[in-house]
């Protein structure tokens, strides 16, 4: 499924992960720092049975599989790109690029109408330890989405102005490594917080 | 003559599957054990996909297969002994 991957590939027949490699170290960190949030959760969760599982039936599951599938739409579309300007196709990399922003900004939008509800209800971080929990994991995801989304914007941009071929994108591949790594944490958190009781 | 399916497509398919079934699950009040692996098999598989083919990790260096494919385990395995532990 990966046959339109750039031939990177070292004497040991493996390649560096697509992009710049400075990109994955922050990717990995990011990572470590979803992880511990998500492990604490669990942690914590255990502790606290019936109150996380009382707490999580005032989620709007619905919302929350709506921006599932916003992120992974996003995300599908910005592997598009990434295929489309290796084969040198820039116009079909900035449709798809535009594609992925427009499912990106769907998603700021549908957790706005979410945090607009619950702080309409009087709903904080203080409110009890599953919202504590819920508001910490889901805004700082949320201000990765803000970021993924201005560095989508500006691969948007440099594209629509020539700025990627066939033989040089790597920028394009390294700004869709974060985005996916974005997409990888919802992918984890929208079971944990809104479904697994 | 290539397909105009790619393989990208065939895994945003099966996300969109995979985050369908959960959604279901959550929605029909199931829950207990057999439900919770189910769910976190089901984040497996996507985390997975998104790696392996958005990501484009299939074929990279071990290292970093490991670092990222390691994450995914962690955070399932820890949440999974976690509800063990707590249900």
Redesign the interface.
Known sequence: MSSDAIDMTEPDGRRHPPGDLAIWVFILAELAAFALLFILYGVVRAKHVELFNEMQLTLDRNAGALNTVLLITASWCVARAVAAIRKGADGASARWMACGILAGVGFLVVKGFEYSDKFDAGIGLDTNLFYMFYIALTFFHFMHVVLGLLILGFLLLKTLRGGYSADDHLGMETGASYWHMVDLVWIVLFPLVYVMR | MKSPI???????LL??AG??Y??W???SGH?GTG??MA??A??GV??AL?????????????L?QA??FG??I???A??M???W???
């Open positions: 790619s393989g990208l497509d065939v895994v945003w996300l969109l985050t369908a959960t959604w699950l959550g929605e829950a439900t919770m769910i976190l089901i984040a996507k985390g998104v790696i392996r083919d958005f990501m484009a990790l299939r074929g990279v260096k071990l970093w670092a990222v994450w995914l962690l955070v399932l820890v949440n002994a976690a509800y532990n707590g249900n």
